[in-house]
């Protein structure tokens, strides 16, 4: 009994593989089922461009916008892994230049 109370637990120190594309429960995430921020702003972004222009165009715009931002908020800040992370941070880099393009225009 004693030589088993003397046994040390060794334990493995994660990979950089891990911590890119691995969850705290050890699985995989690339891509997993978009969630609804992502399935508002895909929606909203399709009816702009079925819309006419006007209030209602604008108005779509604003939502897609939105949603996407916080869609990409969410993945920096609350993601799984790194991936998921550096995906959140590209998508809200995209939102925030394409924002400034559409204000300079």
């Not at 890119?20 to 992502?38: K, Y």
């Not at 779509?60 to 790194?82: K, R």
Request: proline share 4%; net charge neutral; no cysteine.
């Amino acid at each position: 009994m004693s030589s088993q109370s003397n046994q040390v637990l060794e334990v493995k120190k994660p990979t950089l593989f891990d911590r890119i594309f691995r969850d705290s429960e050890g699985n995989i995430v690339i891509a997993q089922a978009p969630n609804l921020p992502v399935l508002v702003g895909v929606a909203a972004t399709f009816l702009q461009y079925v819309l006419p222009s006007g209030q209602l165009q604008r108005a779509t715009e604003l939502i897609a916008f939105g949603a996407l931002f916080t869609w990409a908020w969410q993945e920096l800040f609350e993601g799984v892994n790194y991936f998921r992370q550096a995906l959140g941070l590209i998508g809200l880099a995209g939102l925030i230049a394409l924002g400034l393009n559409f204000l300079s225009v």
